[in-house]
């Protein structure tokens, strides 16, 4: 069975302060992964995924995401936080390989920014 | 507006009453999902339709729940008599085969 545990329920970062959101994900074999985000009163909205191309996963908004097989690791990264990445942050596996078809999703970040 | 629209967007009901959402996805999108999210939690997912089949259902859809796609296009999904337990987002997503899922605003629903 498929799942995924972030590691940190709050973050809180100084805007302009690199981001990082922590993701290990648990798979029988090779899984397609996932980051989306949730803003208030919004949809979920996907930042990037991985699909067993590249191992670096460049994203919407500056975000990026590593796929460690090793580590059965998918950190989500941003170099310099803006004010307006404040916002819930989840860490989605999916059971079909290289598709999207019923995502298992972490419990989420959520990411505060603070001037 | 092109995206996937749930309404209501709220619903207050008291314990043991019925509700009903409705979802309409993005035009052509073969796929439709419902997910539930609870307070503090990710989503977990319910169930899902292609075209008008419904093709799983999760066991956290006990009787009380039933989803319908009649035509394909709008689903609704329909919790009877409520629990306070009932309480949460409902999310629902739509796609085209399995490209990426498009997600609405969600119905909150707050049973009292």
């Known amino acids: 069975a498929q799942s995924v545990t972030q590691l940190d329920s709050h973050v809180s970062v100084s805007e302009g302060t690199p981001v990082l959101l922590r993701c290990n994900y648990s798979?029988?074999?090779?899984?397609?992964l996932f980051w989306y985000v949730q803003h208030p009163n919004k949809g979920l909205q996907l930042l990037l995924k991985?699909?067993?191309?590249?191992?670096l996963v460049k994203g919407i908004n500056g975000f990026e995401a590593e796929f460690k097989k090793s580590e059965t690791s998918f950190h989500l990264t941003k170099p310099s936080a803006h004010m307006s990445d404040a916002a819930e942050y989840f860490c989605?596996?999916?059971?079909?390989?290289?598709?999207?078809?019923?995502?298992?999703f972490g419990a989420g970040t959520r990411l505060a920014v603070h001037p | 507006d092109t995206g996937v629209s749930q309404n209501p967007r709220h619903k207050i009901t008291k314990r043991g009453q019925n509700v009903t959402f409705r979802c309409d996805p993005i035009?052509?999108?073969?796929?439709l999902y419902w997910y539930r999210q609870t307070l503090g939690q990710g989503p977990e997912f319910l169930t899902y339709?292609?075209?008008?089949?419904?093709?799983?259902k999760s066991r956290l859809l006990s009787d009380r729940f039933s989803a319908e796609r009649p035509k394909g296009s709008f689903s609704t999904l329909e919790i009877q008599r409520t629990e306070q337990g009932d309480s949460a987002m409902y999310l629902c997503?739509?796609?085209?085969?399995?490209?990426?899922?498009?997600f609405g605003e969600g119905s909150r629903l707050t049973v009292l």
């Open positions: 339709f292609q075209n008008e089949a419904q093709l799983e």
């Open positions: 798979s029988s074999y090779s899984p397609s």
């Open positions: 989605v596996v999916s059971p079909l390989s290289g598709g999207y078809n019923k995502l298992i």
């Open positions: 035009s052509e999108h073969n796929r």
């Open positions: 991985y699909t067993s191309a590249a191992t």
């Open positions: 997503a739509s796609t085209r085969d399995t490209g990426e899922l498009f």
